[in-house]
């Protein structure tokens, strides 16, 4: 199995575009998918991608059969057909098979997230469980990241030192190359990305990556660590998060739904909007906030779960 000639079709992709409501402008060419046309259609794309397809979990908890493959037509199905999203591996596999159909040049690579971010103190990271893409545009690589819900990046970060940028509503993110505490060798080193959340604080890492290519069945062993480590947060916390554009185009927020809370926060002000009582109501608010339905089987799914509400 490998990601090489892994591709949708013309008409796959178009309706692809039709899903996320994306602006009806031309397609990347071969003469210009490496240029910087190429480039802003990437930014574009990914900003329509992460407002409309979210970061969930939401199969580990309503479906009955939660061995959910990477295959591309799997992936499809789920984003496209259904209209829901993905955890990280599903995302960011998904959005490589299509920059890939589009004619990108596109790395899929593995990456480890920081203890403090997943609230777990500062222990430093954890092993592999997240993934990213890194695309080649006019020779300059770039990391492109779909699947970290509100601490993704809004945009490509090209892969620099010190590149600092606008993240989602006020904050910011950056990227340093840099050996990290855990490693026994100093001149070990790889990308670090940082954030800080509303743009005024410090930076603080989010997860580190090397840019060493991963294979399909890589990603597989990431997405079996976190869909059955009882460690993972995935196993007993429900999660759907999906970013808001403005008129401009602009990253402005984000819709976090976590558990029993539904929240919206823009430009680092924070708005409760719903607090559920039962499933009925979360169920109802996935189809309203994140166009997100469910079969009948899907809704009872996570009845003895520690995750269910009740009725």
């Known amino acids: 199995m490998s990601f090489n000639g892994v591709v949708y ?4 992709i178009d309706f692809y575009l039709k899903r996320i409501k994306f602006p009806d402008i031309p397609l ?29 979990n939401l199969n580990l908890h309503y479906a009955r ?56 103190g ?10 990213i893409n890194l695309v080649t545009i006019d020779g300059q690589k770039y990391l492109v990241d779909v699947g970290m819900g509100p601490t993704s990046p809004s945009q490509p970060l090209l892969l620099q030192e010190n590149n600092i940028q606008t993240g989602i509503g006020a904050s910011k993110c950056r990227l340093r190359w840099d050996t990290i505490p855990q490693y026994t060798d100093p001149d070990s080193k790889l990308w670090i990305y940082e954030q800080d959340n509303d743009g005024k604080s410090d930076f603080l890492p989010t997860y580190c990556s090397p840019e060493l290519e991963f294979l399909p069945q890589d990603y597989e062993i990431i997405k079996m660590g976190t869909t059955f480590n009882r460690r993972s947060f995935f196993t007993w916390k429900i999660i759907c998060v999906r970013t808001t554009l403005n008129e401009q185009e602009d ?22 909007l719903a607090t559920f009582e039962n499933e009925s109501q979360r169920v109802n608010a996935l189809k309203g906030w994140f166009g997100i339905e469910m079969t009948e089987d899907e809704k009872v799914g996570i009845r003895g779960m520690v995750t269910y509400l009740g009725e």
């Not at 500062?122 to 993934?131: F, I, L, M, R, T």
């Open 9 to 12: 079709n013309e008409s796959q």
């Open 28 to 56: 990347p060419t071969p003469d210009n998918v490496t240029t910087g046309y190429g480039l802003e259609y990437l930014r574009r794309l990914q900003k329509y991608q992460q407002q409309a397809c979210p970061f969930e």
């Open 65 to 120: 059969d939660v061995i959910k493959t990477l295959a591309p037509e799997d992936l499809y199905q789920k984003f496209v057909i259904r209209k829901w999203g993905g955890t990280c591996t599903e995302n960011n596999t998904f959005f490589g098979n299509v920059l890939r159909s589009l004619g990108y040049k596109v790395r899929p690579c593995g990456a480890r997230v920081h203890q403090g971010h997943a609230g777990n």
């Open 122 to 131: 500062d222990g430093g990271y954890v092993g592999w469980n997240h993934c």
């Open 251 to 272: 990253v402005e927020g984000v819709l976090i739904l976590v558990d029993k809370s539904l929240k919206r926060r823009i430009m680092g002000k924070t708005e409760v």
